[in-house]
């Protein structure tokens, strides 16, 4: 009797022509070893052996789900007014667009979860390598951990909202608050912990969603809203206090910064994704241009729905969007079942964000950038997933939710992180990047297979995912210049004289992080971190 028997082996020990290849040799050459989540696939090589090759499970639409995810957030403010909404959210979009554009040309160099910190590593000169990737990484890590505290702390107060919707008498509490926010913590944990290959179908199906939603939402808003003509909507702008219109048209687009701040969580999941240099960027890319119509029309459409503005500027739920609706619908049932599906969608950011401020986190502590490395780096060998990470990131939001007990203030305070810190890591990347391209340090030859690239001291060279010539400096250009203005404006108060309680604190914040990280670096960093460590030999 003829038998066949399975082997487990590396998709480098045979000649299968697969996407696994592609995978393990693009990781390999970053000196970097496969311990992610990943799939068992069977290939015959012969009548008697089978072989078992581990293929990561996220494919494009799966991913493009996970990128489209984190950044929808239709909520708004109307700081700024109608005109100055549309126009922000125009600016932000387009300046988001140039931004991500030349970071998914280094996803497609060197697509590994640490990101930021790795590119600035390979990018910098030998001699502020270390260092600029170690500030790097710890302004990523803080980044990440201000979304996901943001995220969650959203989620409960639409919660709370709804509450408010249905039941005008019912007073929101900050100990509810707290609650709902550990109870999504929760679902978002659960997702992450026992998804395995379930996560990739959770994010097509919400990719579905994300796509019914907003018709759901859109065709109520055009049919049944009485709406306001044109010159209310592109024409009106509204000025708190500042001495000029357009110093106060760019305090209000930060706002929108925020919507657009968290689609590079595509690239942290790069060592789980299939033929990641390629995927991962036209993901990213797509994932913008989509969302950005979608954004900007359901935008449109609400601002066009206002019939009683002084409610909207203070709405009982909390959130002018709802009020917006409701004055729409002229049903709290239908409102309802509007708000719900955004509900639903941020409760799937939230999910889609842990993992990518787990998984950063996680490829920071493999590179020793963090206390507690040799706890955080550790991946289950039966899920494959970082849990300790996971854990780590969801006590860190759920400590951090503690502080809206004592004051909200103070808590929006300490997230306000998460635009400030991101921005900051893609600024110094970016700049490095236009060094390398106009000195002309990346080239496009491909090195032989096994040899170190796109790594510290390694030779850099293009991936498949490049804008050529002139254009790349150009849009690279701007995208340094969108990015220094957009981080200037995100530490400015909403008005002009702001009281203690409406200060904006997150320069203090970001100041905080700068300063502990230099700190922990000459105390502890130095000796542990030496940048992307090389985990497999040449």
Known sequence: MSYRR???????????????????????????????????????????????????????????????????????????????????????????????????ELVSMAPTAGGQYHWVSMLAPPTSQKFFSYITGWLTVCGWQGTLASAAFLSATLIQGLAVLN???????????????????????????IGGTLLPKFEGFILILHILGFSAILIPLIVLGDHQGPSEVFDLFLNTNWPTQGLSFMVGITGSLFVFVGANGAI????????????????????????????????????????????????????????????????????????????????????SILTAASRQLWSFARDRGVPRWRILEKVDQRTTIPIWSVVATTAISCLLSLINLGSSTAFDDIISIAVAGLYSSYLITLSLLLYRRCTGGISFSSSPSGTLTNTAGA????????????????????????LTTAFFFTFWPDTKAPSAEDMNYSSLMFGGTILFSVVYYLIRGRTDYSGPIVEVAR
């Open 6 to 104: 399975s082997v487990d082996v590396s998709p480098l020990d045979y000649d299968l022509p697969s996407i696994a290849e592609k995978d393990y040799a693009s990781l390999r050459r970053l000196g970097k070893k496969p311990v992610l989540k990943v799939i068992d696939v069977q290939h015959s090589i012969d009548d008697d052996q089978l072989i078992m090759c581990r293929q990561r499970n996220f494919g494009f639409l799966s991913i493009l789900g996970f990128a489209c995810t984190i950044l929808v957030c239709w909520e708004s403010t109307l700081i700024g007014g109608s005109a100055g909404l549309i126009y922000g959210f125009i600016l932000v979009w387009i300046g988001s667009l140039a931004v991500f554009s030349p970071l998914s």
């Open 167 to 193: 039941n005008m008498e019912y007073v929101s509490q900050p100990y509810q608050a707290t609650l709902l926010f550990w109870a999504v913590i929760s679902f978002a944990v659960f997702m992450n912990a």
């Open 268 to 351: 942290h999941m790069s060592e789980e994704i299939q033929n990641a240099p390629v995927i991962v960027p036209r993901a990213i890319v797509f994932t913008y241009f989509f969302n950005g119509i979608l954004g900007l029309g359901i935008l449109i459409a609400t601002l066009f729905c206002i019939s009683d503005l002084d409610v909207v500027l203070e709405p009982p739920s909390g959130f002018a969007f709802i009020e917006i609706f409701r004055q729409t619908t002229y049903s709290t049932a239908g409102t309802t079942i509007m708000v719900s599906i955004i509900t639903i969608m941020q409760l799937a950011a939230t999910v």
């Open 459 to 482: 030779q850099l060279t293009w991936g498949p995912w490049h804008l050529p010539g002139l254009y790349g400096i150009i849009v690279n250009g701007f995208a340094c210049f969108y």
